[in-house]
């Protein structure tokens, strides 16, 4: 799937670059020398880039300049990394963010935490 | 077009609805009702919404308080430990 504009109505046909092989997820996709990750991997047709670290609903691309660090990704181990400022280098591992642990919001209903709270209350009080 | 389950912070994921909400119920003021839901504490440091959260609280009739403002704090945008650090 390749959803680059090689044949541009004003700026006319696009220049043969040299294609780079990165991962994404484990699997290769082709990237343009040039292209930022994110510009790559959407050219691919990937738009989530990874999913809310608590609730698991999917982000992508927000703004594109580096400004709202929605796009973050791990790129060759290194957390954090914005895929909309980084070019793809040839081999580069690129994987998605996932969602994290939560363990203090492990209680699903509010019975189960309002139980926890009185307990936190009971033993904050002994404690005084 | 504006919808309660609008998302206004990402990183956070607080929707316009919550921060309503929120406002309704505490007539906060920018500083509290960032407190309050989170809308502004992400990864970006607000920096994508803290503009909305005002919008929002102007638009419900209170003045922006200069006296408690949405801060700035250092780092104005997230740097790793490492950089900090001057570590490679």
Redesign the interface.
Known sequence: MDRRILNHPVLGPSAPGKTLTFHFDGKPYTAMQGETVAAALLANGIRRLRV?E??G?P?GL??NIG????C?VTIDDQP?VRACLTLVKEGMKVFSGKVLPAPLKQAKSPDASEKQNSHFIAERAESR | MFTQDMVICRCEEVSLGKLMQTFAAHGCSARELKLRTRAGMGTCGGRTCRSLILALLQESGQEPSHAVPLGYQPPVRPVSFSLLGGRE
């Open positions: 809310h608590e609730s609903s982000r927000y703004c400004h709202c660090f929605e973050r954090g």
